[in-house]
């Protein structure tokens, strides 16, 4: 079964970076029919794509956050991670990673909440 | 870029009774790039709907998707007391390569 964790600190003070790391068992992430992403919820709002990456090193990335996102992946440890820089209190919100099956997201992650605070 | 808008916002029903909800897209979207997820508090979207109509693994079969175009709909047959949640439309764009989520609807007790 496969099965996504996040990881990463709960409090980014503003303007910093925030970076999360997604851990996958049950599945290899460098398998070439899927991809693996990055959603965000700010508290009691709707859902919002981040971005992709594919087991090639290819990233797909939302065009409101393109200029402050990296997606990457770490192919060895089977996770891949998110970085978002200059942060604001906007981007507080629970950030999961979900396996990207081409045009859904089939399995997710429990989801963590980071919060942008000083 | 395309937006999906959802309606009603909340839908207030009881169980057992049947339930609709609308997703509409601002432009033409391929039936096979139109997805539904079920949310409930404090856990993560568990995708429902693929391909507008294909249930997704373990998805009993009083949930079913339909439409075409610019308008979808996730219908729910007879609604259990665990059905009750938000429920979030989602379309893939392949060019440029993008997800957009719907604002989502709250199915509620009434």
């Known amino acids: 079964q496969l099965q996504l964790q996040e990881s990463g600190p709960g409090l980014v003070k503003p303007s910093e970076t925030l970076s999360l790391t997604c851990t996958v068992s049950?599945?290899?992430?460098?398998?070439?029919?899927?991809?693996w992403g990055w959603i965000r919820q700010p508290p009691g709002k709707g859902l919002e794509w981040i971005g992709t990456v594919y087991y090639s090193g290819s990233t797909y990335y939302n065009p409101s956050l393109k200029s402050r996102v990296t997606i990457y992946e770490d192919t060895s440890k089977n996770q891949f991670s998110l970085h978002l820089r200059s942060v604001t209190a906007a981007d507080t919100a629970v950030y999961y990673c979900a396996r990207d099956s081409v045009t859904r997201f089939d399995y997710w992650g429990l989801g963590t909440l980071v919060t942008v605070s000083s | 870029e395309i937006v999906l808008t959802q309606s009603p916002g909340t839908l207030s029903l009881s169980p057992g009774e049947r339930a609709t909800l609308s997703c509409r897209a601002s432009?033409?979207?391929?039936?096979?790039?139109l997805a539904w997820y079920q949310q409930k508090p404090g856990q993560a979207p568990r995708l429902l709907i693929f391909?507008?109509?294909t249930r997704a693994t373990g998805i009993p079969d009083r949930f079913s998707g339909s439409g075409s175009g610019t308008d979808f709909t996730l219908t729910i047959s007879r609604l259990e007391p665990e059905d009750f949640a938000v429920y979030y439309c989602q379309q893939y764009g392949s060019s440029p390569r993008i997800f957009t989520f719907g604002p989502g609807t709250k199915v509620d007790i009434k």
């Open positions: 432009q033409s979207v391929s039936s096979s790039y």
């Open positions: 391909a507008a109509s």
């Open positions: 049950g599945g290899s992430i460098s398998s070439s029919s899927y991809y």
